[in-house]
């Protein structure tokens, strides 16, 4: 079982930036599959936020424009550059690792097999 770590995350007010990590300590998994990340508000559902493999990067409608996710290979870590936050952006923030690329199903959460316990991200108005 790997365990991903998510760090990073914060209060910050409107027209904030933040950057979320994601790490597999002390493991040897190398995630060469689709990597993304998702965010659940209270109330709501999780919804995909970006995913990288190595054909590209892929973004929601929300995160074009604002937010860059990247990764680090030598590191095995991932990233999420958050600019310009909205009070919107609150939520939990959730890393996710898939075995397989991440092809037409990136932003469908059956396609990670291992996830992280989430960083909370709150952005005020």
């Known amino acids: 079982q790997v365990q991903l770590v998510e760090s990073g995350g914060g209060s910050v007010q409107a027209g904030g930036s933040l950057r979320l990590s994601c790490a597999a300590p002390?493991?040897?998994?190398?995630?060469?599959?689709?990597m993304g990340w998702f965010r659940q508000a209270p109330g709501k559902e999780r919804e995909v936020v970006a995913a990288?493999?190595?054909?590209?990067?892929r973004y929601a409608d929300s995160a074009k424009g604002r937010f860059t996710i990247s990764k680090d290979d030598t590191k095995n870590t991932l990233y999420l550059q958050m600019t310009g936050l909205k009070p919107e952006d609150t939520a939990m923030y959730y890393c996710?690792?898939?075995?397989?690329?991440?092809?037409?199903?990136?932003?469908?959460?059956?396609?990670?097999?291992?996830w992280g316990t989430g960083t909370q991200v709150t952005v005020s108005s």
């Open positions: 990288i493999d190595n054909a590209g990067r």
């Open positions: 996710a690792s898939a075995l397989g690329t991440c092809g037409g199903r990136w932003s469908d959460h059956s396609l990670y097999n291992y």
């Open positions: 002390g493991s040897t998994y190398r995630w060469y599959g689709c």
